[in-house]
């Protein structure tokens, strides 16, 4: 049977949205749920999920629904996909990038708040680790734990929080490119990286799997920032669901800033090609969706 | 040999403090760690370290340091620490509390900014789930999983952050003492019923020491809050180490507000006794350390 992306596509994201609306309480108190909700329900790319559920087919084979690593992708793509979102509720927050407009709607602090916007993402945090131990074991203990630590060591000081840090300390200054690359390694590669690792952790990839799959995630994660980097300056707002143009406006470093536009889009092109290198190196039976994935990331208009 | 509270204490905080201060780390980029050691070391109580190393030794006897027990107890009181300390900096900003003076120092963001304070809380959150989550395996993975699910309760949307949720929608408006009770049972209970929860899961207490346990860790969390309102309106800041008065200057209901000083002074003492009844009826043979802490948060000053 031959693989078709967007089939696999639309599967994949109905099981995460329908599992997102579950797992997202309506019934938080004093409408922190509905703010929760607001801040991840509708108009997600869910990237991070997609990535995740790929990688964990790739090392474990066709998924069963019934099958705990199914399970436990789920999981860990709607936990990845919480602190995504958190991260957005909070990088918009006045204080930060100060901005309204975030996949099409206002954004939460927009909407409810300052207040309720902190409280939002910190809840949102807190919930991304809740998800990947629930109480009824059928996921082994032992997985829970990983998945705790990599989704721990993606979000924190030395991943995305580190990389915002950067993105903080580097507004109005010049960084050469590997500063902005390490800022772009932390601040969005983390978390990219670690779906994949996330998704590798539902199955036990050899060595040398292993470590293709850590470069395609790197690969991957920093094409991505680069892509974003490029549709910020040709791309409009409506297109992109925020406001486009912002890095500019905020005197931010950009690799086009940095490269030029042709340059960047170069370096785009180069780092699809270094991930699907990987995934030839990785000798998994199966990447399609990996494959589709890499190039939906860079071929993006949005 | 007789037990000495005081004694107890002061090895207990040592090696909490030596552990928060080698775990809460200077390097991470742009100035993130200095902001977070700067939130989290020098001056708190550590009230939640202790009661997780009052529980794990009620439950498990007395935990000699290479006992792996130890390291779950150490870990486990570092990780409800940083979940305290960053909702501390996030309800000193601005857009909540707006309180400038914390523990009598600045508050992380009148030190540091708004952005910076943000980051440390969301970065402080984050590294309190990988605390437990260590890459060594000592710790039995399972214990590793559970630590993370009543963490992840306490400070989440149905624990502290929901708390918070209600305490922002209660500001002006009349409480009951139920709603007020409902309120803190979440806003400051939750986090202080998860520490005793996370001692207890350092060992396999009996179903019945297991509620106990939990009675009693509602009891004292409560009778927390009833004390903090009370220190509101009858101490100073500088023995507080924090703004008094706030709570009225809000017009936020408290327990003095409610119940008037005498009352809510009485139900504290009640409190004390509910707890310490609990630990009698926990039949666990060695509960001096929570009953000096239960004797501790009733009497304390500041």
Redo the contacts between chains.
Sequence with gaps: MSFVFSAWMADRLARTEAALSLWV?EQ??????VS?RYAVLDGGKRLRPLLVWATAEAVCGPLAPERWESEAALRAGCSVELIHA??LV?DD?P??DNDVLRRGKPTVHVQF????A??A???L???A??L??P?DRQIP??V???M??L???S?????M??????D???VGRALDESQLREMHR?KTGALLLGSVLMGAACGTPDTRAQEALCTYGQALGLAFQVVDDILDVTADSATLGKTAGKDQAQDKPTYVSLLGLAQARALATQLRSQAMEALIDSQLPDTQALQALACMVVDRTH
């Design positions: 309480p938080a108190p004093a409408g922190l749920g929760m958190y991260s909070h927050m204080c930060m708040g300052q207040a309720q902190l409280l993402g910190d809840a945090q807190a919930l680790f809740e990947l131990v109480e203990e032992s829970q734990a990983r705790c630590r989704l721990a060591q979000a924190g000081h030395l991943g929080a580190g990389g915002q840090a950067i903080l300390a580097s932390r």
